[in-house]
């Protein structure tokens, strides 16, 4: 079973910056492609980014040039640095696994970690 826990979030005025962080205790962790998701208040989750295990990024473009995720192997944690944040990026942020085009088809989701961007 995936465990990842999320961390980082908080309040934070629009302009700033955030790091959030997903840590697992998988052994599988190194060589899965992982992503960032998140879901604000009536919405449906989405994709935010997406890693490779060769480091390969995609964004999605309301994010592109602002967020920047990354990976450290050896610590099994992928990051999610977030600038320049707007209230839209307001949401509860979730990593997960990255399955692709199929992502929606993963049931088993973490607690997530709160971000809010607001004055």
């Known amino acids: 079973q995936v465990q990842l826990v999320e961390s980082g979030g908080g309040l934070v005025q629009p302009g700033g910056s955030l790091r959030l962080s997903c840590a697992s205790s998988g052994s599988w962790f190194s060589i899965k492609p992982m992503g960032w998701y998140r879901q604000a208040p009536g919405n449906q989750r989405e994709l935010v980014a997406s890693i490779t295990s060769a480091d390969r990024t995609n964004y999605a473009d309301s994010v592109k040039g602002r967020f920047t995720i990354s990976r450290d192997n050896a610590k099994n944690t992928v990051y999610l640095q977030m600038n320049s944040l707007k209230p839209e990026d307001t949401a509860v942020y979730y990593c997960?696994?990255?399955?692709?085009?199929?992502?929606?088809?993963?049931?088993?989701w973490g607690q997530g970690t709160q971000v809010t961007v607001s004055s």
């Open positions: 997960n696994l990255y399955l692709g085009a199929n992502w929606r088809s993963i049931a088993s």
